[in-house]
């Protein structure tokens, strides 16, 4: 019977996550998670309400103190998140405490409260045995279980019927294996609260020529489903503008699926500098996506502009021909030792400051820009 996939589509909550130094004396009554995580203890936000007095912490700084953060993470929080400054000290306790017991180090638990404060708010503990066991199998070891709860902590506040199990379900269905749908889960951490695949995006990914078995499959099926189809319909109009058929699109995104992680805007520019500046034909772009994903202030412009200079002076080797693509796929040590380092000393010098004087040209109100970053990148 064919699926339903539109049943797939759910929204995204935010969560938030920490661990302590010196941990307190404190009476908890344990769950314990199967032998693949022998470790793994879960405390439970019903205590007795006379574990209240073992807790040494005076208000919820000093317990965030307690458990790693700093007086920069604490004000951070309470900005964000100004309810936890009167949250009962014994809930927020055990909720840290369910986070040291999964084995997640301080560090990580101090960044993950620091970016996520409203996790805190959350019923962390709701099917948490459930949910723990199924995560036990999916990923196999608790080193993993540990890197994506990290990565994205809401994997402990999604439904565990409504949106956990079902797109697990869903992409072993489409025939991804579970190594694989760890790897996208770990990469893409935004799959399950946005996992949606109709019949106009599966015609899509029919489109692209993939196959399952490929080792791009699973990299295509992930990002169709998390992109919204009017996004994809964008995206893919905007490289037709360069002489592409929307049939030459969809292939092209089929061989490099992470053209689709790429905003219109820094095609557009990278496209033009290509087709205009460079003289290189949409065909050869094709063929080498790599160069739709170069920084174009940083290294497009810049190894092209000092390839001119070279040729210009008569050097060699010259960033020419099959070399200059060569060149923009190397490494910056590795593209001033074959292009720059290996001329004599005054000649190397002149091409080091032509050089480092274009990658010091920005992007017009480029240094003006507001860099506002509110949490997770997700």
Request: hydrophobic residues 40%; charged residues 25%; proline residues 5%.
């Amino acid at each position: 019977m064919k699926p339903n996939f539109n049943q797939f589509h759910f929204l995204f909550f935010n969560s938030k996550t920490l661990i302590p130094l010196n941990p307190t004396r404190f009476s908890f009554r344990f769950l314990t998670v199967s032998a693949a995580l022998p470790s793994i203890e879960i405390s439970l936000e019903n205590q007795p309400e006379d574990d209240l007095s073992t807790i040494t912490s005076q208000d919820a700084s000093d317990l965030f103190k307690q458990w790693g953060c700093t007086d920069d993470d604490i004000s951070k929080i309470f900005q964000r998140r100004p309810s936890l400054r009167k949250m009962e000290l014994k809930k927020l306790h055990s909720k840290l405490k369910i986070l040291t017991d999964l084995g997640i180090p301080s560090s990580d638990l101090a960044k993950i409260l620091n970016c996520r404060p409203r996790f805190l708010s959350c019923r962390i503990n709701r099917c948490f045995e459930e949910r723990i066991e199924f995560f036990q199998t999916l990923f196999g070891t608790k080193e993993i279980l540990v890197k994506a709860i990290v990565r994205n902590p809401s994997l402990l506040t999604y439904d565990f019927h409504k949106q956990i199990k079902p797109i697990v379900a869903f992409y072993e269905q489409l025939g991804l294996s579970r190594s694989e749908l760890v790897s996208m889960i770990i990469a893409r951490p935004t799959l399950i609260p946005r996992s949606s695949l109709d019949d106009e995006k599966m015609d899509y990914i029919r489109r692209t020529g993939v196959e399952k078995g490929n080792t791009m499959y699973k990299h295509v099926i992930a990002l169709f489903a998390i992109s919204r189809s009017e996004t994809i319909l964008q995206k893919v109009a905007n490289l037709e503008k360069y002489g592409f058929s929307e049939d030459e699109v969809f292939r092209l995104i089929g061989r490099s699926p992470f053209l689709l992680t790429l905003s219109v805007d820094k095609v557009q520019r990278n496209m033009t500098f290509i087709l205009g500046t460079m003289k290189l034909s949409a065909n050869l772009v094709c063929d080498n996506p790599c160069l739709l994903f170069l920084n174009l202030e940083t290294a497009l412009k810049p190894r092209y502009l000092l390839g001119t200079k070279i040729d210009d002076m008569g050097l060699v080797p010259r960033v020419k021909g099959p070399l200059l693509l060569r060149a923009m796929r190397m490494t910056e040590k590795r593209f001033i030792k074959a292009f720059i380092s290996c001329h004599p000393e005054d000649i190397a010098r002149e091409l080091m400051e032509c050089y480092r004087s274009v990658k010091r040209v920005r992007r017009l109100a480029e240094s003006s820009k507001k860099q506002i970053c509110k949490g997770f990148p997700f």
